[in-house]
């Protein structure tokens, strides 16, 4: 209740508001308590913690979850990594396919194309001066020896 009498006192006239004033005015005394005996203090522990050797078993516990982190990033990494290796193996699987698929494109054109240069063959055979004047003369000599 002091914090609320601090706030009206202050002039503010709002009894939360006041409350919360003087929540920090106390909060800020103990963390001012909080700061001097740690930094009194310090020289202490640290002296305590070189004589004992540290603290193994918050040291411990502090490498224990460092290493099982890192165990856990491993996991996901070579996860990840092998999931990219599955999908490169399939992209090239998937473009031998198609690879395949357009050289028998390429033979089946080849082929046709020999096939219609064959078929133009066949019909533009006698179509030159020389194989119509042939033609006409053996015509002209059929029916002279009828």
Not at 3 to 16: I, L, P
Not at 86 to 105: G, R, T, Y
């Amino acid at each position: 209740m002091a914090g609320a009498g601090v706030g009206f006192a202050s002039g503010w006239g709002n009894a939360e508001r006041g409350a919360q004033l003087g929540g920090d005015v106390t909060n800020r005394r103990y963390n001012t308590a909080m700061r001097d005996y740690t930094h009194q203090t310090g020289a202490l522990d640290k002296q305590l913690e070189d004589e004992r050797g540290g603290f193994p078993l918050a040291e411990a516990q502090a490498k224990l979850s460092q290493t099982a982190f890192e165990n856990w990033m491993q996991v996901g990494k070579l996860g990840t990594e092998q999931q990219v290796a599955k999908a490169n193996i399939q992209n090239k699987s998937d473009l031998n396919d198609v690879k395949q698929q357009m050289v028998h494109i390429a033979e089946l054109r080849e082929s046709d194309q020999k096939q219609a240069q064959n078929d133009r063959d066949k019909f533009t055979v006698g179509s030159d001066q020389k194989s119509l004047e042939a033609e006409r003369k053996g015509r002209h000599t059929s029916i002279e020896n009828y």
